[in-house]
């Protein structure tokens, strides 16, 4: 499959080729979108200079190299597009926010004339006829999409030994901080590809945990919106009442930006909420008299980690900011069954749906299953199925199982855990370290997966913003901001600040 990505490449590059001069002019390494716009607004770069840069890095490092393996498919159309946006440029056309915007949509979001696959090799051939809507909406913005990125099969829901960042149709997917180390999941590619500058922005996808811990131990932003805010159509599912998709980027800024972008009220969507503003939030000086509480008890599982969450308290108070300590979600640990019920029983369902309506090639989870026996030695060599086969027993979406599982999961972690937490300590947002470090990747055993500060947020649909907070050794680590529903104004300011304060981003030496 490599060999393919390699071929994939030379071509882009061949097919790109009458419209590059030397990329050697200026430094495009680790560039925001404000600069990206700078450089092709003064004529300092053009597009397809840019797109070089991109195509250049992924050949050496994830190609070749030490092959992180996060990029999956280069976008055939990268021709057209390039031309197109150009040419609104050359000719001082109105241009949307993204211009110049070099995007990867993770492999679980339709994108036409590319694979869709979900990282399985049983939808290898799986080509949707119509853009995913935040993906439309990324293109009416005029972003380039680059290409796709590699994930955790089946967004980490076939088994409970999956290795995050592992497909059966692309491969492992490595940390560019430290390629023996796992890239967490299942945005896997997305977070390595922006973490070693492989594009500008990269869009995840989360049910509980996937933009915010490939975020985080990647060392980048990640933006899980409040369920809603953004468009569910067009993504291979999981669960629809806790997926949504969200942002990765490098800075605060370019991840705000391209939120705004992505939304939209799709009428497809039944959860569709009104578009709101944040970019007036990027500014200083708002954290002082914010009161923050300290969620101690998603802490504890790793002392180092502690250690640095603990140095950034300062941070804030030298903001002006009051931190209100042991501000405790009291439920932690007691939504896990009712969410995994949830789970189970949203992915048939919503699979389901999605495999029709997008004439797969697979019909339904009951035909992926055997599929999977059928060519286990292809698609199951490192890790079996049981999620699989606990979904296809799961209880029918009209079940008392289930829509006990559902309100009880949304009681526990909402109106219960954050908002009740917000409420009895009388703080804005609370805040701890997002998840341990990365750790090594292991096939046998999968993931080590110690605690993280985001599943109440993601359970309850509410949002959860990580920004990088320093390091372990030398890998990176991220603090969380999670707030109450649509409370994404708060938080964007909150995390805007801390970055400006701080500016703890590791750059990965490759």
């Not at 300092?44 to 190299?65: H, M, N, Q």
């Not at 286990?376 to 606990?390: D, G, N």
């Given at each position: ?196 500058d492989f594009a500008l922005l990269a869009v995840g996808t989360e049910t509980d945990g996937s933009v915010t811990c490939p975020a985080a131990v990647n060392g980048i932003v ?109 439920t932690k640990g007691e939504w896990g069954d009712a969410e995994y019920t949830v789970l189970l029983a949203e992915f048939k369902a919503d699979l389901n749906q999605y495999l ?155």
């Open positions: 499959m490599r060999c393919f990505l390699s071929l994939l490449l030379a071509l882009s590059l061949w097919c790109v080729a009458p419209f590059i001069n030397s990329a050697d002019k200026a430094d495009f390494s680790n560039l925001t979108l404000a600069k990206t716009q700078m450089l092709l607004r003064n004529g300092d770069a053009t597009l397809a200079e840019l797109v070089d840069y991109y195509l250049d890095r992924i050949d050496k490092y994830d190609a070749k190299g030490i092959k992180i393996n996060s990029v999956a498919e280069i976008n055939p159309a990268l021709k057209q597009q390039i031309a197109v946006i150009q040419n609104k440029l050359d000719d001082k056309k109105p241009l949307g926010t993204l211009f110049g915007a070099i995007v990867l949509l993770k492999d679980n979001i339709d994108a036409k004339g590319m694979v869709n696959s979900a990282g399985s090799w049983l939808m290898r051939e799986h080509k949707p006829t119509h853009n995913a809507f935040v993906v439309a909406r990324l293109i009416a913005e005029d972003a380039l999409i680059l290409g796709k990125a590699n994930l955790s099969e089946w967004a980490n829901f076939r088994s409970s030994k999956s290795s995050s960042g592992w497909s059966s149709l692309y491969g492992q997917t490595l940390n560019p901080h430290d390629p023996t180390r796992s890239p967490c999941g299942s945005s896997a590619g997305s977070g390595a590809a922006i973490a070693a990640g933006i899980k919106p409040t369920l809603g805010l953004l468009s569910r159509s067009g993504i291979i599912p999981i669960a629809h009442s806790q997926d949504t998709a969200g942002p990765m980027t490098r800075t605060v800024t370019d991840s705000v930006i391209m939120l705004e972008a992505m939304m939209g009220q799709d009428p497809t969507d039944k959860a569709a909420l009104p578009p709101m503003s944040l970019r007036q939030h990027l500014k200083l000086g708002e954290l002082k008299g914010k009161r923050i509480g300290v969620m101690r008890n998603m802490m504890g599982y790793h002392p180092e980690l502690d250690q640095v969450f603990n140095q950034q308290l300062a941070i804030f108070e030298k903001a002006g900011a009051i931190i209100v300590d042991n501000a405790n979600i009291e029709v309506q997008s004439k797969a090639p697979l019909k339904s989870l009951e035909d992926a299953i055997a599929k999977n026996i059928e060519f286990a030695p292809r698609t199951m060599p490192e890790f079996a199925q049981e999620i699989f086969i606990a979904a296809q027993a799961a209880p029918n979406l009209n079940e008392k199982a289930y829509l006990d599982a559902l309100t009880n999961s949304k009681l526990i972690t909402g109106a219960q855990g954050i908002d009740a937490t917000l409420a009895k300590h009388k703080v804005d947002f609370l805040i701890a370290p997002t998840t341990a470090p990365g750790w090594k990747i292991d096939h046998i055993n999968g993931d080590n997966y110690m605690g993280s500060a985001g599943s109440a947020s993601a359970v309850s649909g509410y949002p959860h913003i990580t920004v990088p907070m320093g390091k372990v050794k030398h890998m990176p680590v991220n603090i969380s901001f999670v707030g109450a529903k649509l409370s994404e104004a708060v938080l964007v300011q909150a995390a805007f600040e801390f970055e400006q304060l701080t500016h703890a981003r590791l750059t990965p030496k490759l």
